[in-house]
């Protein structure tokens, strides 16, 4: 219990620092052409195990996608998008990362947003359902630091979602 709280509190400053420098502009303008597809891949890669103990279908489609960005943070983009999919899922659901000509897609058949919720999940801090995330973990702060990522990249957010459904999470990027 004390290592899992310690390695959580851990993740929460790590996440508290990094909105701090995507809030205060702190990450050098570096942008550089990226392949999303590329970086999708490695996260999947990484992520698959996690993916696979909680008996979701982890899958990439698409093909290559340059976009002027950051690597780094296009990374964590994907990997807090991914990590919900598989984290408020189902045993037995799928996460699907797509990637096409500017277009990076993170969908799943998990437990889906209420409407009246999707305006507010991008807060930090903000959960939907406090009960089911406390036994999921996380820090609350992925989808703000998407937001704030988006943000750095000039990427639009579209979300599609409903309970029961699963949810869809887009990024255009300009």
């Not at 996608?65 to 408020?88: F, P, T």
């Not at 309970?163 to 999470?169: E, L, W």
């Amino acid at each position: 219990n004390i290592y899992r709280e310690a390695q959580r509190l851990i993740s929460l400053v790590n996440d508290i620092i990094r909105l701090s420098q995507l809030d205060g502009g702190e990450i050098p303008y570096d942008k550089k052409p990226v392949d999303l597809y590329q970086v999708a891949s490695e996260v999947v890669s990484r992520l698959s195990p996690v993916a696979e103990k909680s008996e979701i279908t982890l899958t990439l489609s698409g093909r290559s996608s340059y976009v002027d960005g950051n690597r780094r943070i296009l990374d964590e983009i994907i990997s807090n998008l991914c990590d919900n999919a598989i984290k408020y899922n189902r045993p037995g659901g799928h996460a699907e990362i797509t990637v096409s000509d500017r277009f990076l897609t993170v969908k799943d058949d998990g437990i889906g947003i209420p409407s009246d919720q999707q305006s507010r999940i991008f807060e930090r801090f903000y959960r939907v359902d406090k009960s089911h995330s406390t036994e999921v973990g996380g820090t609350g702060l992925g989808l703000s630091i998407v937001k704030h990522g988006a943000m750095y990249h000039n990427a639009a957010i579209h979300i599609d979602s409903a309970p029961g459904r699963g949810t869809s999470i887009s990024l255009e990027f300009r």
